[in-house]
T-cell receptor, first 110, second 112 residues
């Protein structure tokens, strides 16, 4: 079946270092969404990209959607302790199902 | 306040004892969905509903049932829970299928 994998599964960085998580889907996604889940919390929507090759920025966060609409990345510049959490990519397939990636857990060391 | 609510938040039960986890949203959303979250596996979709009276299986529907009799409610039913259904469950809703999803606070279920 459909799979959406993310790497790395875990990442520890020193505060101020950059961080990137990569998302790969086995099939084409209609759009890609990114969510952040703080420890003990629920996923919270960050952003949605729709067009192939699209790049969007939110302050220190940069999101990309691949040309084939099967991969995506999230890059955080100069991490802060408030960036701690698990980041998930997600997207609907061409049917009606929604798929979440396996997630990348980010730890920021002060 | 716009929100998705789930109850109960925590539940410990025994194998075979039927249970229901309720989910309600006050945003007039069409699309609702149930996910389970397990370490290393991310969130996996159990069931979803495009609209009232319209439900369909997600990736991992075995052992679960749902109903959507009203737009705001989407309960998850485990008729005969088993230990492999021990997990963290999230209900989510969105205006339409491809839109951003709003999540409930989660229900941590343990089946002994």
């Amino acid at each position: 079946g459909q799979q959406v994998m993310q790497i790395p599964q875990y990442q520890h960085v020193q505060e101020g270092e950059d961080f990137t998580t990569y998302c790969n889907s086995s099939t084409t996604l209609s759009n890609i969404q990114w969510y952040k889940q703080r420890p003990g919390g629920h996923p919270v929507f960050l952003i949605q990209l729709v067009k192939s090759g699209e790049v969007k920025k939110q302050k220190r966060l940069t999101f990309q959607f691949g040309e084939a609409k099967k991969n995506s990345s999230l890059h955080i510049t100069a991490t802060q302790t408030t960036d701690v959490g698990t980041y998930f990519c997600a997207g609907p397939d061409t049917g009606n199902q929604f798929y979440f990636g396996t997630g990348t857990s980010l730890t920021v060391i002060p | 306040e716009a929100q998705v609510t789930q109850n109960p938040r925590y539940l410990i039960t025994v194998t075979g004892k039927k249970l229901t986890v309720t989910c309600s949203q006050n945003m007039n959303h069409e699309y609702m969905s149930w996910y389970r979250q397990d370490p290393g596996l991310g969130l996996r979709q159990i069931y979803y509903s495009m609209n009232v009276e319209v439900t369909d299986k997600g990736d991992v529907p075995e052992g679960y049932k749902v109903s959507r009799k009203e737009k705001r409610n989407f309960p998850l039913i485990l008729e005969s829970p088993s230990p492999n259904q021990t997990s963290l469950y999230f209900c989510a809703s969105s205006l339409f299928f491809r839109d951003e999803q709003f999540f409930g606070p989660g229900t941590r279920l343990t089946v002994l």
